[in-house]
């Protein structure tokens, strides 16, 4: 199992966003710290929006921050939201009905329980957990404004 690049930076941009004390980001900032493109980002953040987790501010003071407060904001909850779903095999999709093992197959039990498992691991994080680490405000150049506004380096 692994997890998408789109995933792994809609945490990024969430933890980012958490780390600068939620005051406005440019994404081209972010874009530059993640070394990725500002068009990659704008799609990531375009879901991250319309499902309440990133709040954007058009203009050119604008930028984005968090919609609700860090510690709100599950990591499962952004994980089930980026990605496509958790069918760890055929035998979690409807071509189980195929499958002549398809009740009594202990396969598909360990891998529902390793699932479960997995989910109840990321439920126990948020996005201010990840972000509690006091060196990433350095590792993503971001630096204070007189204004209270932040920007990379």
Known sequence: MRLSTQTNFAVRTLVYC???DNELNRVGDMAKAFGISD???FKIIVPLTR???LETVRGRRGGVRLARPAPAINLL?????TEDGFA???CFTQDREKCPFKDRCAYTNALGRALEAFQSVL???TIA???GNP??????????LPQGQRRAR
């Open 51 to 53: 499902n309440g987790l």
């Open 39 to 41: 068009m990659f980002l």
């Open 88 to 90: 760890l095999s055929e």
């Open 18 to 20: 958490a780390v600068s």
């Open 129 to 131: 957990d990840l972000a």
């Open 123 to 125: 439920a126990e994080y």
């Open 77 to 81: 909850e952004v994980i089930r939201l």
């Open 135 to 144: 060196d990433l405000e350095s590792a993503l150049n971001i630096i204070a």
